[in-house]
């Protein structure tokens, strides 16, 4: 693709870097088959490569419109496009450079302002999150039916056991990220990796000043708002990190692609390159050391006793987005729930996005059920017991829409070994 950058970024290294991305497109329209937004609404400037056009011709100079901002803000950011692209090209990093600019350049309307500012408040702040969902919920029964649609139901009391976190006790230690969101929508989550960590002689330890990774400001839009938490999270995480913890690990595939950013985000930032870098190259998503624990693992999970009757045992696995094309980690997940004794359900279109994307569905809510209805059938249509992903915001998406229960997978492994 022939390109021609506008003066004021042309020379910067964010101007290099989208002038490489662009000029490695070559139009082939593999990706429009991967889009989830083009192959619902077919108009190719919502498909990957109608907005690459559209951000070409942003970075060129041209007038940017409400128009273009619109069809950013459908796209997903699930980037199956670059899973399907056959040139390697890196939408990923384009879109967050357009939205970047869109968002500089084109005003929004008010009532559109006020709510990315209150997602960027309120979403990435734990406390804020549990606070407001419990109004909320006091309230749902006064709230319209599509707001009580998308708003979560907190888990009501959980056994002890649910909640109980190993003490640390292992030479080898990782850090484990509580979440933003996560402990009040499925707290169970983190203390059944702790156990299934330990059970593996890895202790996890949490640093209770790490926060939001901030994949919810970078999605939409916010770079400084961006660069500043993921510095927030190198400082309080640093200690910990340099005392000797092999991984910092998160439970959420998103936030495990966020963590492995921080690198990028602040490599020309002289007072904290060398520590983002370092984090980076530590940040792990619990399927990838599963995975790289495998050996030390899978004789475990083969080894309890049969589950009691009742118990779950035909399962659907949803792979996250950010599991499969982002961080590349699709299929660790599924041998494991295998060799603990589950049977996997058939799931047809397995690489489509469920519709979640971190805020997309509170922002595009008709575009997001649609596609939720869509992955409900197929992860349904095996009739499983129970859908297990490895992402809290497909978790909490999934749930929304079925009476099948709807869990982490590390939740279903942790059930197994607790019967051996």
């Given at each position: 693709?022939?390109?021609?950058?506008?003066?004021?970024?042309?020379?910067?290294?964010?101007?290099?870097?989208?002038?490489?991305?662009?000029?490695?497109?070559?139009?082939?329209?593999?990706?429009?088959?991967?889009?989830?937004?083009?192959?619902?609404?077919?108009?190719?400037?919502?498909?990957?490569?109608?907005?690459?056009?559209q951000m070409k011709q942003l970075l060129e100079g041209a007038a940017v419109s409400a128009s273009t901002q619109l069809h950013l803000d459908?796209?997903?950011?699930?980037?199956?496009?670059?899973?399907?692209?056959?040139?390697?090209?890196?939408?990923?990093?384009?879109?967050?450079l357009g939205r970047q600019l869109?968002?500089?350049?084109?005003?929004?309307?008010?009532l559109d302002a006020a709510r990315r500012y209150l997602l960027r408040r309120i979403v990435p702040d734990a406390g804020r999150a549990r606070g407001l969902l419990r109004l909320a919920g006091s309230l749902r029964a006064l709230l319209p039916r599509a707001l009580r649609a998308q708003l979560p139901v907190l888990p009501g009391r959980l056994p002890r056991a649910a909640l109980q976190w190993p003490a640390p006790r292992h030479a080898r230690r990782v850090v484990l990220l509580a979440g933003c969101v996560q402990p009040a929508l499925a707290p169970q989550i983190n203390p059944a990796a702790a156990r299934v960590l330990d059970r593996l002689g890895i202790s996890a330890v949490v640093v209770r000043e790490a926060a939001c990774c901030g994949a919810v400001s970078h999605h939409l839009g916010a770079g400084e708002e961006t660069r500043e938490r993921a510095r927030r999270n190198v400082d309080a995480l640093w200690r910990t990190v340099e005392?000797?913890?092999?991984?910092?690990?998160?439970?959420?595939?998103?936030?495990?692609?966020?963590?492995?950013?921080?690198?990028?985000?602040?490599?020309?930032?002289?007072?904290?390159?060398?520590?983002?870098?370092?984090?980076?190259?530590?940040?792990?998503?619990?399927?990838?050391l599963l995975a790289a624990e495998r050996t030390a693992l899978l004789p475990l999970l083969r080894g309890p006793r049969a589950a009691p009757a009742g118990a779950p045992v035909r399962v659907a696995f949803q792979a996250p987005c950010s599991l499969q094309h982002y961080l590349r980690a699709g299929g660790l997940i599924e041998p494991l729930l295998l060799a603990a004794g589950y049977t996997l359900t058939p799931v047809g279109d397995g690489q489509r996005c469920c519709g979640s994307a971190g805020t997309y569905s509170i922002l595009q809510p008709q575009l997001s059920q649609r596609l939720q209805q869509a992955k409900l059938q197929a992860l349904l249509a095996g009739s499983p017991e129970v859908i297990a992903t490895a992402n809290i915001g497909c978790l909490h998406h999934l749930r929304a829409g079925t009476q099948v229960p709807v869990k982490h997978f590390v939740e279903l492994l942790d059930a197994r070994l607790a019967l051996g």
């Open positions: 693709m022939k390109t021609a950058l506008a003066a004021p970024i042309r020379d910067t290294p964010a101007g290099q870097e989208a002038e490489a991305i662009l000029r490695s497109c070559v139009h082939c329209g593999f990706c429009l088959p991967a889009c989830p937004t083009y192959q619902l609404l077919g108009d190719e400037l919502d498909s990957p490569r109608g907005r690459i056009y459908r796209c997903l950011g699930c980037r199956a496009c670059e899973s399907a692209c056959p040139s390697g090209v890196k939408y990923g990093r384009l879109l967050d869109t968002e500089e350049r084109v005003p929004r309307r008010p005392s000797g913890a092999e991984a910092v690990l998160t439970t959420s595939s998103a936030c495990s692609a966020m963590l492995g950013d921080y690198g990028r985000l602040l490599a020309d930032d002289p007072a904290y390159a060398q520590r983002a870098a370092r984090i980076a190259a530590l940040a792990c998503d619990l399927s990838q």
